[in-house]
Structure formats: C-alpha cells, structure tokens
C-alpha cells in the first residue's frame, strides 16, 4: 500500500573517518537497501555511518510531506537537505539508545525543493550489536502516520504493557513465596519474571544508565537473560514436582558458566560470546517449553494444555527473536516481549489453579477432620463418664479401705494388746484397769475422727492431740520422748496425707511403747523442700526387721503408707534399739513468709494444746 502514496527513495550510505565527524565525506557513497546493517559491509566498524536518502518532492503533488523511520541503530542526527530536523543527546560513548524509537516527521515546506531533496541520516553505532538503519517512508501525513503509530504501538506501548505485567506478577508472586516459602514454584516464577523484567527493559531504555557504557549494559543485559533462562526452567522443573538433584546441580553450574562468560569476555569477543550465551539460553528456555508441552499432553488436564499452548506460541516468537539477534533478519523487532506476557499471566493462572486446588483439598480435609473431631469428643465424653464412674467408686473403696486402717492401726492394736493384757491378768483386776483400757480406746477413736474430720493441713494443729495422748501414755509408763519439730509451721498438702502422717506416727510410737522396752524415745520432724521427714529414734531391745516384715500388719501398712508418696521406708534394729526413717515426697507446702528447712528442738514435755491440762 505504501508503494502506492509515497515517494520512491533511493538510499546510499557512506563511512566517516572518526566519531567528531559533524558533516558527511564527499566521496566514498554507495547505494544500500534499507533496512540495512552495515556489519555486512563493513565488519567490526565502530563508529559513525551516514546515509543519504534522496526522493523528489513532485511526488507528493503540492501537498505536505512527512516522513516515517521505523528505526536507527544505536544513536543519531537527522537532516533534511542539510538543515538539522532532531538530534539524539549522546552520538559518542555512551551512546544514546534510540535503536527502538521510531520517528515521525511533518517535513518543513520552507525546507524542501521543488524537485530532488535528500534526508541525511547520521548513525553511531557499535559492531557487536547490529547497527545501521531501518525502513524510511516519505509520503502524503495521512499514509505515512498509520506507518508510525503502528510501529510506536509494537515497539513502546506493547513493551511498556510487557513490562507493567511483568513487575505486577513479579512483586505478587514473591511477596507470596516470602509468606510461603515450601512453594517453590513461587520463588522460581518471581525471580524469572524480575529477571525478564531487565531483559525488556532494553525495549525502552534511551540510555545507558546505571551503566558507563553500551558495552556494560549489554554484558547486564544479557546476564538478566541467562538468569530468565535458568529459573525459567526451573519453574518448570519445580512446578511439576521432579526433583533430580543432579539436573539442577546441571543447571546452576550450566547458569554459573554462562555468567562468567560473558563477564570475563574481552571487549573484542563480546559480540561472539553474547551471540553464543544468548544462543544457548533461547535453547534452554524453547527445549524446557517442548518439554512441558509433552507433559501437558500426557496430563491431559485443561490447565496444563492451555499453558503449553501458551509456550508453542512464545517459542514461534523466540525463535524469531533469536534470529533477528542473530542477523538472520533485519526487521529489528523482537516479539517475545510481546508474546511473553500471555504465557506469563497462563502461568499465573496456572499457579492460582493449583492454589485454588489445595485450599479446596484443605477445607475438604478441615471438614473431615471437624466431623472426626466431634466423634472423638462423643466418644471421650463417654469415656471421661465412665473414668468418673471408675474414679468415684475407686475413692469410696480407698476411704473404706483407709478407714479399715485406721481402725486396725489404731482401734485394732489397742483392742489386740489390752485384750492379751487382759487374758493374762490376775482374776482380781480392778476397775482402773478396765478404765485405763477404755481411756486408750477413746483417745484411738478421738485420733481417727481428728483426722477424718478435721479441715486444717497445718502440720502442727493436726500433731498436737497426737502428742499430747502419746506423751500421756509415755508418762505413765515412764518412757523418755523428745520431739523435734520445725521451726515454722509448715501446711501439709491434703487431708490424705495428714491422715497418713498421723497414722505413720501413731504406729510407731505405739510400738516403741509396747514391744521395745526403751527408756527413752526421740521423733524428729522435718521439712526438705516439698519432702517431710519423720524419724523415730528408740533405746530399746530391738528385734528382727525382716521376720517381723512377713508376719506384722502394721508394718506392712507403714510401708505402703509411706510408698504411696514415693518416698522411702527404712527400718533398722538392732540390740542397742531401732530407728525408723520415713521420706514423703511432694506432701508439703511451706509458708511463704517461713524457711522450711529450718529446725528447732522443743522441750521434752511439750505445751499442750489449748483445752487440754
């Protein structure tokens, strides 16, 4: 159509002698074709090329002329019959990169000839990254505008739009990896699209910053390229679940190598090794898209299909790409940054499908695991009834099986020994006697209800009715017995066990009294931390612990009494008397204002308590 309402221009270019050159040399011209790259004329120039594009104003029949230059590579000045039309800001090193820009002009009439008028074009531009000029129309504003805004659509606003989805996609899917981090796939996908990011930002960039020179900002270029081709692949290797080490360790070293390849490039072979890089990360990323392809085909799932679709469309692009890279052809557009978006959002899709499917296999999980929750609470409510049952019943049968002790330690052992006293005894046995007996069986009976009944741990209150019969019986036999009793009032920790010291100790004294023949007998109360100590001490005869063990009841039950705290029981006897050391642990809790461990020895006739004379 162009051919049709525009000019016939006639092309020529010419190289200058240095880059300072401001006007084109007189000789030394001859005709090219546009597009035209002159590394195939002049291979390995850097420097400054200028072409002549000569047309005749009568073409445009009295109306206005403009012109259309799809692109010039990398920087450069334009005239129209000598006077300047638009200049770049940097025709030396670092040059401007304006190789993507194209122009549009509406051409001065005051500039123009009536017949033969030239458009001289300066290029600066390096050898290693195909420089030359694009395609130039000269023609009527309304055939030559649609020529621009299309070229300024695909070569900008597409690449602009490339860009806006990929940092969008890139910041979403990291911050997501940041929050998830066994998703690999998601850090994979943020670091290829950040990568891609910096390759397409050569799409836009008119300069060379944050670089000093074009030749640093194509060796960046391109490492951001071997970067995209490395987690570009490993995306896929993550997304479908394969995890063979040696592959990755492969791919890193593979990655590693290409990186400092091109780093350590000297100035003369950047452009091979960049061809060569370039190369092969345009292979890595077109053999892992066939790969995924087939994977796809074999899943057979919509999803999957989609995006492999996605990635037969992006390779066409690539390999368009490569080739134009190549100088296989000279359009000097490249479309993946076009085409990359789509397969970039299919693989955002694809990611959200996925996530999408394991929230829904969770919530599925959440309500089994909800319904079974509340059957294993039915069932331990039933259980927790029956263990309630259990428990009730197992303390009924422990009070009356403590009760039965109490009553065989004290009631029993008095009854037993005033009834053998009593068998033996002369017939006329006076009623004092029978009186005394019946006292012990009252005070027995007193000691059993004070401790079942009474409401207070106090180690001390719950004692002294103990002591002050014990002692009584002690007095009357006249038998010795000292008590050492700590120095602070210490709380017992429940009634249990207040039941089971008084008992440990009834037990004991009785049987010193009784069987030992001592003259004198020492209890030592005391507190270690949570453990209470009992110790009684007598000088009697002795006699031997171990066959009193098989057939005595009452030490048996001192012996459980004591066990039931796990504590310790030790009995010794011998011919100079016995020593019974008891350790309860866990029963005490001392007073906060009162060091426990803290002992003080009270008189031989203690203070009796309060009421009792």
């Known amino acids: 159509m162009a051919a ?13 002698e240095n880059w300072a050159a401001q006007t084109p040399p007189l000789d030394g ?17 850097d420097g400054v090329v200028w072409y002549r594009l000569n047309f005749d104003a009568a073409c445009a029949q009295g109306q206005p002329l403009a012109a259309w230059m799809d692109w010039l590579n990398m920087a450069g000045a334009i005239y129209l019959n000598d006077a300047l039309l ?27 000839h009536p017949g033969k008028n030239h458009l001289t074009v300066r290029v600066s531009g390096l050898a290693a990254y195909a420089p030359g000029l694009g395609q130039v129309v000269i023609g009527a504003p309304a055939d030559v ?23 969008t996609l890139a910041c979403f899917f ?16 943020s670091l290829q699209s950040f990568a891609w990011f910096g390759v397409v930002t050569n799409q836009v960039a008119t300069t060379v910053w944050p670089f000093s020179t074009t030749d640093a900002w194509e060796v960046a270029n391109t490492l951001m390229f071997i970067v995209y081709g490395g987690s570009f692949t490993m995306f896929f290797i993550s997304f479908v679940g394969v995890k063979p080490r040696r592959t990755t360790i492969a791919l890193f070293a593979f990655i590693a190598f290409q990186a400092l390849a091109i780093l350590l490039a000297p100035q003369a072979r950047i452009e091979e090794v960049r061809a060569i890089l370039m190369t092969m990360s345009a292979t890595l990323v077109i053999c892992c898209c066939l790969w995924f392809s087939g994977y796809a085909l074999f899943r057979r799932q919509t999803p999957y299909l989609v995006l492999a679709a996605c990635t037969i469309i992006f390779i066409a692009a690539g390999v368009h790409d490569l080739l134009t890279f190549l100088g296989v052809l000279t359009n000097n557009i490249y479309y993946t940054a076009l085409t990359t978006q789509f397969l970039m959002i299919a693989m955002a899709l694809l990611l959200a499908w996925r996530f999408t499917q394991s929230q829904n296999r969770i919530e599925g999980f959440n309500d089994e695991l909800t319904a079974k929750v509340a059957d294993a609470q039915a069932e331990l409510g039933e259980m927790l009834t029956r263990q309630h049952t259990l428990e009730v019943t197992h303390a009924r049968v422990s009070e009356r099986l403590s009760l039965a002790n109490d009553l065989h330690d004290g009631l029993g052992n008095t009854l037993t020994n005033n ?15 029978f009186l005394a007996v019946l006292r012990e069986l009252r005070d027995d009976l007193r000691n059993i209800i004070d401790t079942v009944a009474t409401s207070s741990h106090s180690l001390a209150e719950l004692i002294a009715p103990l002591r002050h019969r014990i002692m009584r019986s002690f007095e009357v036999r006249d038998v010795a017995c000292r008590w050492t009793m700590p120095e602070h009032d210490v709380q017992l920790s429940d009634t249990r066990v207040a039941a089971d010291v008084m008992r440990l100790l009834q037990e004991s004294l009785t049987n010193a009294l009784r ?23 007598d000088n009697g005869h002795g006699f031997d612990p171990e066959a009193v063990a098989v057939t005595g ?25 016995t020593e019974l050391q008891i350790r309860m642990e866990d029963v005490v809790q001392p007073l906060d204002d009162a060091p426990s461990s803290t002992e003080k020895n009270t008189s031989e006739q203690s203070p009796l308590p309060p009421g009792e004379g």
């Open 4 to 16: 049709d309402v525009t000019c016939a221009v006639r092309a020529e270019a010419t190289r200058a």
């Open 29 to 45: 011209w001859m005709p090219v074709t546009l597009p035209d790259m002159w590394t195939t004329r002049w291979p390995e120039f």
């Open 86 to 112: 638009e200049q770049d800001a940097q025709l030396t090193e670092p040059l401007s990169r304006m190789w993507n820009t194209p122009r549009y002009w509406l051409l001065p009439a005051p500039l123009l």
């Open 145 to 167: 505008r649609p020529l621009f805004d299309n070229a300024w659509l695909v070569r900008y606003d597409l690449q602009w739009f490339s860009l806006a989805t990929t940092a």
């Open 174 to 189: 990291f911050a997501s990896w940041l929050m998830r981090r066994q998703e690999r796939s998601y850090g994979w996908f």
């Open 419 to 433: 009834i053998i006293t009593l068998e033996h005894a002369p017939r006329d046995e006076t009623s004092d006697r």
């Open 515 to 537: 069987h030992s023949g001592a003259t004198a007998v020492q209890v030592d109360i005391g507190v270690d931390g949570a453990a209470l100590l009992l110790s009684i001490k």
């Open 553 to 577: 009841l009452g030490l048996r039950s001192m012996r459980m009494r004591a066990g039931r705290y796990g504590g310790t029981f030790d009995l010794r006897s011998s011919e100079k008397g």
